[in-house]
């Protein structure tokens, strides 16, 4: 099997003025072709640095693909870099000229000698032609091993992976297996304990399984290779099981689900609607209940403080006539107080808790915290 590493080129990835998603979305192609990923990196805009890296690359690992620096401008020295990693030239190719040309006429614009650029690839490499942009990609081999040097424009990276690069590599190592993930979502249990729990699964060779901490919330992941989608739940499907029968209903999802969607539709099952208040936690509880688009959701309110005279639970009630979710958070020396006020038809409670953590991290906490009290009191049995 085949081992991969990513580089992503740009200054401005380094200086933080843009976000890297090409690399998650190349893993996770990667990870369904069954080509192990060793490793991912940045490297700005200097051709110099970037074909070092590449250099460094070439000796450890069968595939590099790289994204950015193929733009029609002197700082995307993709092409030069690549080129001089390897020891050749950059060569002209006017197949790829009339493309850019043809591409730039049909939204009544000139290709001028910036755009030229774009139609040199390194010699002897594989042109890939771009039908959704400007920039074509190519593909350099050296022996057993290539170089894929893609757009880092997302929707052009994209488009040539599933459709130039994907072939490609399935036709030239082989690749007929496969590596599937599922990952279980975790609530109310810290990663710790859960490891105590299910410590022997993680030194399982295949499927792997891991644990990522977020805040008040754990993710189990399990990955299998295997030959076939059917062949990989085969796999992950009795270790599931197990992490499902050891933790029980502190496992309250799987992949997509989200904990306030899985509340959420426990309360549409009841017949319940949920109104939520929210004191000082910046929107971050109406946003994720609000980004679920989920009907049993009637809005809510956030506020900066309560009102004079009020406590959170007579507040909440107030607002509510079916299902209700009040939460408060206060500021402390060292830590964050947390008021959580449930109401439903099976009765109201109010519970006091802290947190230690990053002051940033507290909104995520506190609404994980808070919808998991109300999963479980609302749980059928």
């Known amino acids: 099997m085949p081992s991969a590493e990513i580089i992503t080129i740009g200054t401005e990835i380094l200086l933080g ?20 990923l060793f490793r991912t990196s940045t490297v700005g805009d ?22 950015g620096g193929l733009g029609p401008t002197v700082d995307d020295p993709t092409r030069e870099a690549v080129a001089r990693a390897i020891g050749v030239s950059v060569e002209f190719r006017a197949e790829l000229w009339e493309q850019i040309v043809e591409r730039m006429a ?53 488009y040539l992976l599933e459709n130039e690069v994907i072939p490609y590599l399935r036709q030239r190592y082989q690749l007929r297996g496969l590596i599937k993930a ?6 109310g249990m810290g990663e710790s304990v859960i490891d105590e729990q299910v410590g022997d699964l993680e030194e399982l060779s295949n499927p792997t399984v891991g644990l990522a901490a977020h805040a008040a919330l754990v993710d189990i992941r399990i990955t299998a290779k295997a030959e076939t989608p059917e062949a990989a739940d085969a796999l992950i499907r009795p270790v599931e099981e197990a992490a499902r029968e050891r ?16 509340t959420l539709t426990q309360l549409a099952a009841r017949g319940w609607n949920l109104n939520a208040v929210e004191i000082n936690l910046g929107g971050e509880l109406l946003q994720r209940l609000a980004r679920s688009k989920h009907p049993a959701y009637s809005g809510g309110q956030s506020l900066p403080d309560l009102p004079e005279g009020q406590d959170l639970l007579a507040f909440a ?8 979710l009040g939460l408060r958070m206060m500021p402390a020396e060292g830590q964050v ?31 994980n915290t808070a919808l998991n009290l109300l999963r479980l009191e609302t749980r059928a049995e």
């Open 17 to 36: 003025e843009i976000v890297d998603t090409n690399s998650a979305y190349l893993a996770r192609k990667l990870r369904d072709l069954n080509v192990d």
């Open 46 to 67: 200097n051709a110099e640095r970037i074909a070092g890296i590449i250099r460094e690359t070439l000796v450890r690992t069968e595939i590099i693909i790289t994204t």
């Open 106 to 158: 049909r939204f009544g614009r000139s290709a001028g000698e910036n755009q030229k650029r774009q139609a040199y690839v390194p010699a002897g490499a594989i042109a890939l032609r771009n039908p959704v942009g400007t920039a074509p990609a190519f593909i350099v081999e050296q022996g057993d091993k290539c170089i894929i040097s893609l757009p880092g424009v997302p929707r052009e990276m994209e």
């Open 182 to 187: 599922r990952t279980l979502h975790v609530a």
């Open 247 to 262: 933790l029980g209903k502190a496992i309250f999802g799987a992949d997509e689900e989200t904990l306030e969607g899985v």
């Open 317 to 324: 009630q107030s607002q509510t006539s079916t299902c209700g």
């Open 337 to 367: 107080n947390l008021e959580i006020a449930l109401l439903t038809p099976l009765g109201a409670k109010l519970s006091r808790h802290s947190y230690g953590g990053h002051p940033k991290s507290a909104p995520a906490w506190a609404v």
